[in-house]
């Protein structure tokens, strides 16, 4: 009996690459000096992952400014001030604001996956960003000339396009980034605003085949970011039955530091349906402790008591460093966590199959 293991996203950036960002925003580094740096973080990271074991793997996001922002690379019709979004321990972290239409992406994540594919011949699982999460970008004053249906329609033809991008490069799994489903909670109790989000990622999703939806997942968390979160106050109960509404057939969710896993993958089992594959988080990022084999296979083996093993798999509660400044992860503590999430996941298999 195999159990399916994929990891979240990012990976902490080698202090070089993180040194030559800085220098180069100083105007200190050459495009060249920061794009082999660039490359050098990649091929290592890919390397790494590698020597973990993991049956599947991810760029590790070493060229993203962040999971969020990526698309927004190059653009020039953005403000700094938008959204503000803060987190536990004080710090924020604030999107930009769309200042004229028409919203097009300025890089799409198949170059992620095609770049990565140089330096492996294992599975590519890529991350993409919500088309909810970047609905953010547009004031709450309308924009003269680019109304907000205007930006929604071109939104959600770019998300299609960053979706379908990233699977026809190869990836053999395509996740979207949907973090602020938890935070819309806290913003708005009343769930509003988190059907919204939910019916806007659909108008994506529905565009997709059922067989592309197999190879689509959703991820959400409660934020992770220099070891803290922006929503993990929000119970997950309020959350759940709207998320399972979107069609996608993955569901990559924190679990590793939920207080109460049980009761969740109570609420997880009723709203399970047969095309669905639930990962469970079995490694918790913020902790700087290391979990053992052990302690995985045991949190393996509790979701598979309550969920259809056939129906499961494991991952990492969050990305280690969703944003390229993010340092408060050390790069080996990350890679030491993620094979012991492959090894941990290993141990409840056979376990299981026994």
Known sequence: MSILTEPIGSIPRPASLVEAILSSQEGKTSYATLEAAY?????????RFELTGSPVISDGEQTKPSFATYPLSGLT???PDGVVIPFADGHTRQLPRLTAGPFCY????????????RYTQL???????????????YPSEAIPGYSRDEFLA?????????????????????QIDFTEARLSL???????????????????????????????????????DHDSTHSADVDYSGLLPDLFQLNVARFYLQMASEPDKGRVLGIVSQLLRPNHTVFVGVIDPI??????????RDRVLEAASILPVAQLGTTDDCGFAPFADDVSTARENAFSKIRARVEGTELAARALGS
């Open 106 to 117: 300025g890089v799409h994540a198949a170059a992620y996956v095609e770049a990565a594919r």
């Open 123 to 137: 599975p590519i699982k890529q991350a993409v960003i919500s088309a909810s999460a970047l609905s953010l970008l």
């Open 39 to 47: 490359a050098e973080a990649l091929r290592d990271t890919i390397r």
């Open 186 to 224: 806290k913003l708005d109790p009343s769930g509003g605003l988190l059907r919204s989000f939910v019916a806007l990622n659909n108008q994506v999703l529905d565009r997709f085949t059922a067989d592309d939806r197999q190879r689509i997942g959703v991820h959400v968390c409660p934020g992770g």
């Open 287 to 296: 902790n700087p402790r290391v979990e053992t084999t052990d302690e995985v």
């Open 154 to 174: 071109d939104l959600i033809n770019e998300a299609e396009t960053d979706i379908r991008g990233a699977l026809d490069a190869g990836a053999v799994s395509v």
């Open 77 to 79: 019709n953005l403000a």
